[in-house]
Nanobody, 118 residues
């Protein structure tokens, strides 16, 4: 049973920082694309950042310069460092892993961690 477990969410003031973690069990993240997504109730899920197996990274424009995605293959964990947080960053954040090193088809999803900025 594949599990992705997110942690690190919470409540923070505007301008603050949080680091989200996504740890995988029974799934090797090193050779896969991993992404962070977020969703607000009533709105579509939004891709925030992705990192593929070659560690090519992509961000949505709204977080560029503030968020950093990284991967620790030894720990089989992907991180999302979020700085200078804004109220519009408030959402449930999910990590997802793809079938391969190329980004696109995210098959495995975590349960989410809530981030609230006020």
């Amino acid at each position: 049973h594949v599990q992705l477990v997110e942690s690190g969410g919470g409540s923070v003031q505007v301008g603050g920082s949080l680091r989200l973690s996504c740890e995988a069990s029974t799934l090797d993240l090193a050779g896969r694309c991993v992404g962070w997504f977020r969703q607000v109730p009533g709105k579509e899920r939004e891709g925030v950042a992705t990192i593929n197996s070659a560690e090519f990274i992509s961000y949505v424009d709204s977080v560029k310069g503030r968020f950093t995605i990284s991967k620790d293959n030894a720990k089989n964990t992907v991180y999302l460092q979020m700085n200078v947080l804004k109220p519009e960053d408030t959402a449930m954040y999910y990590c997802a892993a793809g079938q391969s090193g190329r980004c696109g088809n995210f098959r495995y999803w975590g349960q989410g961690t809530q981030v609230t900025v006020s």
